[in-house]
């Protein structure tokens, strides 16, 4: 097996140095309201684990993992299932949903619903990478590490692709496969 190309947008020293700085802002911002971070499975496992050792709050995390379908042609994506693999109660809380990349905002909509529905008392979205130009729907990204256009497959820093790549220290573009 061939490696395929990998273009670095964001080295490693970058993203630890922005991701600490959105943890000391979060402190400063939401830490007294006592939020829990909702974190995507897979994709935003690491920026979770760096993100809330940045904080020195004690703070509730739990996890969802969302499965959707992709319509590549339409540019749209459809909210097929969610899973919550412990049960997740958010009435009263503030919920900080943790996302890698939002790009068309329809899952993170389908998930504010879903979150003020059970109760919430606020929903916001913290995403390590925002591609605000790719939005299918209004929806607001309170926190970004970095916001950027997409020109092709972001991986790394969590990001697979086909499995493959999630382990590299820095978020790149990859190649055309």
């Known amino acids: 097996m061939t490696s395929p190309q990998i273009k670095i947008l964001f080295d490693a020293r970058a993203i630890a140095a922005r991701v600490q700085a959105l943890?000391?802002?979060?402190?400063?911002?939401?830490?007294?309201?006592?939020?829990?971070?909702?974190?995507?499975?897979?994709?935003?496992?690491?920026?979770?684990?760096?993100?809330?050792?940045?904080?020195?709050?004690?703070?509730?995390?739990?996890?969802?993992?969302?499965?959707?379908?992709?319509?590549?042609?339409?540019?749209?994506?459809?909210?097929?299932?969610i899973q919550y693999p412990i049960p997740l109660e958010v009435g009263g809380q503030s919920v900080l949903v943790l996302k890698d990349v939002v790009s068309t905002a329809i899952i993170e909509t389908y998930l504010a619903n879903q979150f003020l529905q059970k109760g919430a008392r606020k929903v916001r979205f913290i995403a390590l990478v925002?591609?605000?130009?790719?939005?299918?729907?209004?929806?607001?990204?309170?926190?970004?590490?970095?916001?950027?256009?997409?020109?092709?497959r972001l991986v790394g820093y969590g990001m697979k692709h086909q499995g493959r790549h999630g382990n590299l220290p820095y978020i790149g573009y990859l190649a055309e496969v």
């Open 23 to 81: 943890g000391q802002r979060l402190q400063r911002e939401v830490a007294h309201e006592d939020p829990v971070v909702v974190s995507l499975l897979g994709g935003s496992v690491i920026f979770l684990a760096d993100l809330i050792r940045s904080i020195s709050t004690s703070l509730r995390y739990e996890f969802v993992q969302v499965e959707y379908r992709s319509h590549e042609e339409e540019g749209t994506e459809e909210v097929v299932d």
């Open 130 to 152: 925002d591609l605000p130009k790719e939005r299918k729907t209004h929806c607001q990204v309170d926190y970004s590490v970095f916001t950027t256009e997409r020109s092709a």
